[in-house]
């Protein structure tokens, strides 16, 4: 059974850091590509970035681009996410999810139970 | 402001058949990348319903059927019953913006 486990979640303040954590089992992980995907209170979803399964490949979204980085260690199974210069606007909950690639996309298959992030003075 | 268009909310009664609709354009559904739907249950994670626009995973009821056509898809939810009361939301991929794209989500409630 796929399982997804985000840890790392907290308060932090403006313009400070985090670091996410996924565990990832009951798949072979270093063959999947990952994701983080957001949700703001309230509001809807938001696909924040991606990594490739050998790490080759990194994209994210234009709203955390050269502040948050992706990451992952496939010996440990485990995918992360660093969040820095944080802005009130990223307060959320993040979920790390798979995807797998159908034609010309992709969709997320296996979702974790998500890690609230608030940003706050 | 959401790239794919949904409608806010949608509600109908047990048995009824419901469809909630995700508009997008030229540089996502209507050049052809696929749409994918997803149930959001309350205080819950995103769930996988239909992906490449009309397809079901396994374990997901016949219930739930997805369709595409030119800037649009949909999702209709027949036979409705209490406990498809969700957040459902479209996704596919924006060639303009280079990034997968989400709707704004529906909530559909059961009358």
């Known amino acids: 059974e796929v399982q997804l486990v985000e840890s790392g979640g907290g308060l932090v303040r403006p313009g400070g850091s985090l670091r996410l954590s996924c565990a990832a089992s009951g798949f072979t992980f270093s063959s999947y590509s990952m994701n983080w995907v957001r949700q703001a209170p309230g509001k809807g979803l938001e696909w924040v970035s991606s990594?490739?399964?050998?790490?080759?490949?990194?994209y994210y979204s234009g709203s955390v681009r050269g502040r948050f980085t992706i990451s992952r260690d496939n010996a440990q199974n485990s995918l992360y996410l660093q969040l820095n210069s944080l802005r009130a606007e990223d307060t959320a909950v993040y979920y790390c999810?798979?995807?797998?690639?159908?034609?010309?996309?992709?969709?997320?298959?296996?979702w974790g139970q998500g890690a609230l992030v608030t940003v706050s003075s | 402001q959401s790239v794919l268009t949904q409608p806010p909310s949608v509600s109908g009664a047990p048995g009824q058949r419901v469809t909630i609709s995700c508009t997008g354009s030229s540089s996502n559904i209507g050049a052809g990348y696929d749409v994918h739907w997803y149930q959001q249950l309350p205080g819950t994670a995103p769930k996988l319903l239909i992906y490449?626009?009309?397809n079901r995973p396994s374990g997901v009821f016949d219930r739930f059927s997805g369709s595409k056509s030119g800037t649009s898809a949909s999702l209709a939810i027949t036979g409705l019953q209490a406990e498809d009361e969700a957040d459902y939301y479209c996704?596919?991929?924006?060639?303009?913006?280079?990034?997968?794209?989400f709707g704004g989500g529906t909530k559909l409630t059961v009358l």
């Open positions: 996704q596919s991929y924006d060639s303009s913006l280079n990034a997968v794209v």
């Open positions: 490449g626009n009309i």
């Open positions: 990594i490739s399964g050998n790490t080759k490949y990194m």
């Open positions: 999810a798979t995807h797998t690639i159908t034609g010309n996309t992709r969709y997320f298959d296996y």
